[in-house]
């Protein structure tokens, strides 16, 4: 089924927000629990992420940044 104008209309308000000000759906918050998500070492620095549930590696890892802060980093 087409979208209708409104609903185009909300897709590109919604793509035009930073990524952090887009709130994420209830069953994603729960996807990324700490307790459903396993961390390993990559040894260079960075951290895999899996969600245990389906062995899913995330494409991007986890790095210390400038501010010496862990964020997402580049996806590999």
Do not use: W
Request: aromatic residues 2%.
């Amino acid at each position: 089924m087409p979208l209708t104008p409104e609903q185009v209309d909300e897709c590109a308000r919604e793509l035009e927000r930073p990524p952090s000000a887009r709130p994420l759906p209830p069953e994603a918050v729960d996807a990324l629990a700490p307790d459903k998500l396993e961390a390993r070492d990559n040894g260079d620095g960075t951290v895999a992420i899996t969600q245990i549930a389906t062995g899913t590696e995330f494409s991007s890892v986890i790095a210390k940044g400038a501010d010496g802060k862990m964020s997402i980093a580049d996806a590999r």
